[in-house]
């Protein structure tokens, strides 16, 4: 079966840095995305793992174990535009469908 | 920068009666996939298109749904007719061959 776990919701000081965990286990995989959603809109790319390790785009950064079906999206110098939902997806099948976890709602305070 | 649209931005309709959903999807890209994401749930795969034919469909595709590329730009996806609990909002991506899927603003169907 096809399977996205991550936490429901984290909340997180203006500053400060969070690491958001996702785990999967699915019957394919071709590489882990990660998704920045607001309510009411479209999911926005901010990262593609495909190999082990640590990707670093400015402030976000995301990880990915292969082995351990597990990935991290850690995000430094929080603001308050980052209070939305992130979305861990795993790109799965010959075509590269992607199968979305539930999102993690993050909410930023000052 | 080059982006996925979508018309409309929301679609209010009857049960019972068809709409059509339309995107445009990146020029130079070559897989689009329509997803659906129901209020306060996670974004479900729907279909993926490829060479002018289906290539992946779930098992929410049923035979009420369909998509169509009618020309080299357009790419629509079709319900036949609604049931309340096709309400939701429908994002369209596209995506060259490696990489990400770009998706677009999305259309919210309401079914009344």
């Known amino acids: 079966g096809q399977n996205i776990d991550q936490p429901t919701e984290m909340t997180a000081t203006e500053g400060a840095i969070v690491q958001i965990n996702c785990t999967y286990q699915?019957?394919?995989?071709?590489?882990l995305f990660w998704y920045q959603q607001h309510a009411g809109e479209a999911p926005t790319f901010l990262s593609y793992?495909?190999?082990?390790g640590l990707e670093e785009k400015g402030r976000f950064s995301s990880f990915l174990s292969r082995s351990k079906g597990y990935s991290y999206l850690l995000l430094k110098e929080l603001q308050m535009k980052d209070s939305a939902s992130y979305l861990c997806?795993?790109?799965?099948?010959?075509?590269?469908?992607?199968?979305f976890g539930a999102g993690t709602r993050l909410a930023v305070h000052p | 920068e080059p982006e996925v649209t979508q018309t409309p931005s929301h679609q209010v309709t009857q049960m019972g009666q068809e709409v059509i959903l339309r995107c445009v999807p990146i020029?130079?890209?070559?897989?689009f996939y329509w997803y659906r994401q129901i209020l306060g749930q996670k974004v479900e795969f729907l279909v993926s298109?490829?060479?002018?034919?289906?290539?992946?469909k779930s098992e929410i595709f049923d035979d009420q749904f369909s998509v169509e590329r009618p020309d080299g730009s357009n790419f629509t996806l079709k319900i036949r007719s609604t049931k309340l609990e096709d309400s939701a909002m429908y994002f369209c991506?596209?995506?060259?061959?490696?990489?990400?899927?770009?998706f677009g603003p999305g259309t919210r169907l309401t079914v009344l």
């Open positions: 793992n495909v190999l082990d």
């Open positions: 991506a596209s995506r060259l061959t490696s990489g990400g899927q770009f």
């Open positions: 699915t019957s394919g995989f071709n590489g």
């Open positions: 997806a795993v790109f799965s099948g010959g075509y590269n469908k992607l199968i």
């Open positions: 298109f490829y060479n002018n034919e289906i290539s992946e």
């Open positions: 020029s130079n890209h070559l897989y």
